[in-house]
T-cell receptor
Framework: EAGVVQSPRYKIIEKKQPVAFWCNPISGHNTLYWYRQNLGQGPELLIRYENEEAVDDSQLPKDRFSAERLKGVDSTLKIQPAELGDSAVYLC???????????????FGPGTRLTVL | RKEVEQDPGPFNVPEGATVAFNCTYSNSASQSFFWYRQDCRKEPKLLMSVYSSGNEDGRFTAQLNRASQYISLLIRDSKLSDSATYLCVVDSWGKLQFGAGTQVVVTP
């Protein structure tokens, strides 16, 4: 079974440029998460989708970040414009369940390592 | 105060020794608890769930103390391959919160 797929794996951009990350979750997984992980820190949730609905985007900096999961399958996370502080690893994860619990079936993609110069 | 806190370490452990560390959480309504392992420059992967009665998986033992709001992980007979960062994860109604991780370095 294919795991969570993310692309690109690495991205280097200059500040003020836009950038987009793509995630394809495990087939059949309804719940999709985008996390940001800074060096030496744990992943921090940006947004959680249940199918195509964003059920928790409270920690998404909406002035510059946006996300979509139009058909309830793959998802795109965008930053426009990027700032120096956005340099981090952006992780996508998916679980098959819904709502409560589920971290025991959560699978992460390899992440996109973003460097903003 | 962070909702999930861990000692960042590093815990330097001789091969074959035992190491244990804790994670504290602030939300008493949290439902589920997990330990994840993250290798350098890799994604986190589930190590084990943590149950109220405590549970073992081979050399790994996890405990939950709801009264004091902490979970623990103990690694017996440490192997070089156990070197990693161990992330504590607390699940509150589908919202997963990660600790910053505890680094374990097993030395020959």
């Amino acid at each position: 079974e294919a795991g969570v797929v993310q692309s690109p794996r690495y991205k280097i951009i200059e500040k003020k440029q836009p950038v987009a990350f793509w995630c394809n979750p495990i087939s059949g997984h309804n719940t999709l998460y985008w996390y940001r992980q800074n060096l030496g820190q744990g992943p921090e949730l940006l947004i959680r989708y249940e199918n195509e609905e964003a059920v928790d985007d409270s920690q998404l900096p909406k002035d510059r970040f946006s996300a979509e999961r139009l058909k309830g399958v793959d998802s795109t996370l965008k930053i426009q414009p990027a700032e120096l502080g956005d340099s981090a690893v952006y992780l996508c994860a998916s679980i098959s369940g819904r709502g409560t619990g589920g971290a025991d079936t959560q699978y992460f993609g390899p992440g996109t390592r973003l460097t903003v110069l | 105060r962070k909702e999930v806190e861990q000692d960042p370490g590093p815990f330097n452990v001789p091969e074959g020794a035992t190491v244990a560390f804790n994670c504290t959480y602030s939300n008493s309504a949290s439902q589920s608890f997990f330990w994840y392992r993250q290798d350098c420059r890799k994604e986190p992967k589930l190590l084990m769930s943590v149950y109220s009665s405590g549970n073992e998986d081979g050399r790994f033992t996890a405990q939950l103390n709801r009264a004091s709001q902490y979970i623990s992980l103990l690694i017996r007979d440490s192997k070089l391959s156990d070197s990693a960062t161990y992330l504590c994860v607390v699940d509150s109604w589908g919202k997963l919160q990660f600790g910053a991780g505890t680094q374990v370095v097993v030395t020959p």
